[in-house]
């Protein structure tokens, strides 16, 4: 026996959930299918971000934070602390906590909003007027779904080095970094990406002597090349080690470390890790789904094969999320699942590729959206820039947080930004002014005339837009 429905959403992570609840309120009957257990075989909605990506790892983050101002920023404030402890097994139990709370809300919401939940393993079984779907649950059982649309979100998973296999035990991917029970002394991370640069600062504010590996020279490619140096000099001067430009020869995983051999332009180097976490990207997570049996096409780097819709080359099929092409952010995915539940409910849906923030939760933070300096420089577009540093700003000195600075790139001639480029304190907040302009398509004139509050960070801003005209007022 099957059940038919309107909407079948194949992944409940923050692209495939918001979909389902989407479709819900346009009045079409939904199904959320999903596979995700937690270590003790609960099935927890909220995929890859609630359980071991966005939410714990900002949950850490902030754990980190509190332990290393306490040590090293209260002494300014005249405020000794005396006897501080650290207790990994609340910090993670705490970090648990949270998860918890949050999956268990993404089950409420389905209830609110009358979205069918079935937990299992999704395949594609046949086409024609309907698509059959068939689940495996995890005793085993099969169950038989039938919808008029599918939405696929089943995101992506860890890339692997071929020669040091994932066993989150010495050898973890963001899985077992997130879970660490003590402070690894020697932390060892292959790739200083975003992944890398955030759970490695974790570990190095809680006490781990951290060393960075990447294969390329260039530091965050992806990030504005001004704003990436500033990030080198103020990480290194943290305490990260880096060692770019890495060439290994040997990587040895035994019973008490990790030995590795390399070689990169400071020479040839033997060192030695308690842990090592491999960050060297994520790929689509398609396996087990049997597109391929009913026609779904891959692109040449295996994600599943999109118009600017997320329509796939089958009818009435969708994509969404980390599994098709794009930046592999949650907000991202989640855009595109309200954009796609609008089209099938006949609706305009629409995401703006264009003013998506990114936001590196490193301290200080890393955010941007738009165009690269670089970037602009090879599209050969002319451009003016404005920059403020956080240290004339007076709301970071209170709070502690001067190194960084805000950079906005306008066009030469019409002024319309074009680029907005943080490294400072709350730049993850900061950048939704930003991307709010873009997205009127406001000019850098527009910002320096809007009045921003005083004291803030924001004020920044204000200078930096004021800067592309040469008229900052505090610099
Ligand atoms: P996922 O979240 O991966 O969810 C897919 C779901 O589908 C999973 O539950 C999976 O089990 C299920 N599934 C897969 N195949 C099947 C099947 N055949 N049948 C049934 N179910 C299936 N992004 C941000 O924007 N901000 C951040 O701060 C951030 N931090 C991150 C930190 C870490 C450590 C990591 C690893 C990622 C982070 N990301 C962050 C990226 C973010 O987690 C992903 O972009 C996001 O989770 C993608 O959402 P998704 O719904 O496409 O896929
Ligand atoms: P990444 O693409 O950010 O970084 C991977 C790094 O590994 C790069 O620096 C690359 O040069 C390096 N690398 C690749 N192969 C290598 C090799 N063989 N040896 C050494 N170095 C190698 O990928 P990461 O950090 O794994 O994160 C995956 C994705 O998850 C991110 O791209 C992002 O989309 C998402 N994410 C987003 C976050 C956020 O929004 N704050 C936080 C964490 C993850």
Same mark, same amino acid.
């Given at each position: ?12 992570? $923050? ?24 270590? =003790? ?20 983050? =902030?754990?980190?934070?509190?332990? /290393? ?5 209260? $002494? ?70 039938? %919808? ?9 998973? $860890? ?38 640069? =955030? ?50 020869? !040997? ?11 390399? =070689? ?14 491999? %960050? @060297? ?12 049996? &009913? ?24 994509? @969404? ?13 989640? /855009? ?28 200080? /933070? @890393? ?22 540093? +956080? ?28 680029? &907005? ?29 809007? &009045? ?5 960070? !924001?004020?920044? +801003?204000? /200078? ?8 900052? @007022?505090?610099?």
């Amino acid at each position: 026996m099957s059940v038919t429905y309107d909407v079948a959403v194949i992944g409940a992570g $923050p692209a495939g959930y918001v979909a389902a609840i989407r479709c819900a309120q346009l009045g079409l009957n939904t199904v959320c299918i999903d596979d995700w257990k937690n270590g =003790e075989g609960k099935p927890r909605l909220g995929g890859t971000c609630l359980n071991v990506g966005c939410i714990p790892s900002k949950v850490l983050l =902030e754990s980190s934070e509190n332990y /290393e101002r306490i040590q090293h920023n209260f $002494p300014a404030h005249g405020i000794t602390v005396e006897g501080v402890k650290l207790d990994i097994a609340t910090m993670l139990a705490r970090k648990e906590k949270i998860v918890d709370t949050l999956t268990d809300g993404i089950s409420v919401l389905f209830r609110k909003n009358k979205v069918a939940s079935v937990h299992g393993r999704a395949r594609f079984a046949g086409g024609g007027a309907l698509w059959k779907l068939e689940v495996t649950q995890p005793d085993g059982d099969m169950q038989r779904i039938e %919808a008029k649309h599918v939405i696929v979100a089943t995101g992506s998973t $860890p890339r692997q080095l071929p020669q040091v296999p994932v066993d989150n035990g010495r050898v973890v991917d963001n899985v077992g970094a997130l879970a660490f029970k003590e402070v690894p002394k020697r932390l060892g991370v292959i790739g200083a990406g975003v992944i890398g640069m =955030e759970l490695g600062s974790v570990w190095r504010r809680l006490g781990a002597d951290v060393t960075l590996f990447q294969a390329h020279e260039i530091f965050l490619p992806s990030v504005d090349e001004q704003v990436a140096a500033e990030a080198l000099r103020i990480f290194s001067r943290q305490g990260l080690t880096f060692r770019r430009g890495a060439k290994f020869s !040997s990587i040895k995983v035994g019973k008490k470390e990790v030995a590795i051999e390399l =070689e990169d332009k400071d020479g040839t180097a033997k060192l030695q890790f308690d842990k090592l976490i491999i %960050a @060297i990207g994520r790929v689509p997570n398609t396996a087990g789904l049997d597109g391929d049996k &009913v026609g779904l096409k891959l692109d040449e780097n295996g994600y599943i094969d999109v118009d600017e819709h997320c329509r796939t080359s089958l009818p009435n099929v969708y994509a @969404i999320g980390d599994v098709v092409r794009g930046p592999m952010l949650a907000h991202k995915g989640s /855009e595109e699942g309200v954009a796609v539940a609008e089209l099938i409910a006949g609706q305009a849906g629409h995401v703006n590729y264009d003013t998506i923030p990114w936001v590196i939760y490193t301290s200080p /933070e @890393i955010a941007w959206v738009g165009q690269t300096e670089q970037a602009l420089k090879v599209a050969g577009v002319e451009y003016r820039k404005g920059t403020f540093p +956080f240290s004339a700003n007076g709301r970071a000195h209170a709070l502690q947080e001067t190194a960084g600075m805000v950079k906005v790139l306008a066009h030469a001639k019409t002024d319309r930004i074009l680029g &907005v480029h943080i490294i400072g304190p709350f730049a993850s907040e900061l950048i939704q002014e930003a991307v709010v302009a873009m997205e009127f398509g406001a000019s850098s004139e527009d910002i320096a005339r809007i &009045v921003h509050a005083h004291p803030t960070l !924001s004020e920044s +801003f204000h /200078e930096a837009a004021l800067g592309v005209a040469k008229r900052s @007022i505090h610099i």
